[in-house]
């Protein structure tokens, strides 16, 4: 099974609907800070999967912080990944997959944030799926945010939204579940395809000199609920942790956790 169990999840997810009526954070001050280093937390890490930074790899742990500009993420045959960036977006990887995070910056934010479906501040994205299947979830994005994910035959311009991006066998496909993306097949695609919620592209390799072919159709019934599930999984995790400014304004990830987290759910007849 690629994707978290869903159960563990929504536990996660419960505890977001207490965010807003948790103590407000306390002041930290508001000095600007030109270049806050972006973070990413892991939610949960199952496995062997591992991250580098600089010439450093080390095994992910669950509830980590590390640094994510120029990070590389990669999963093996019996391992997982959720994640989340401190712009808001939430990763998911499934088995056998990697994932560079080429470039991530972002602007100082004020602290004291109450709006955790807002990204903080204004913030450039450019992540490489070099093969595997990840899934992302955004939250929306602020004026002057660009999000580019990348493969080895396209380009996926972000404007909000979660997807599912599968990198095998010469082929690109990209699953869109919600929001608005632009599809370029390669450097000689100058126009790009907007994809729309519920449709999927299929890019494979083209003649030298010309875009790659980019073929759109309806997300396949059969491809749907694994490729919703892991889309889904991304969009649990990144409701599970709060990004505040600390005193120096450096970036701190906060887990939201309910007191108590529900194990047993009753469901009446009627609602069925």
Known sequence: MYALPLRRLYAMAFGAMFAIALPAFAA??????KSPTSKLYVVEAV????????????????????DANASIIETDAESTGAFVLSNGTGLFCAANSRLEIRRFVQEPFLPNRTDLEVEPSVSQTTVFVGSGSCSFCTSR??????????????????????MVVEVKDRQTKVSLFEGDITLRGGDYDEAGQVLKAGQQAIIVPGEPGKAN?????????????LADEQATTACMARRTVYFDTGEQGEIIATPITPAEIPTDYTISPARL
């Open 28 to 33: 930290t001050g508001t000095g600007a800070v």
């Open 47 to 66: 496995g062997q999967a591992t991250i580098t930074a600089g010439d450093k790899i080390e095994p992910i742990s669950t509830k980590s912080v590390y």
């Open 213 to 225: 072919p980019i073929t759109v159709q309806p997300i396949p019934e059969a491809e749907a609920p």
């Open 141 to 162: 994005l602020v004026a002057g945010s660009v999000m580019t994910y990348v493969t080895p035959l396209a380009a996926i311009n972000v404007r909000g939204g979660k």
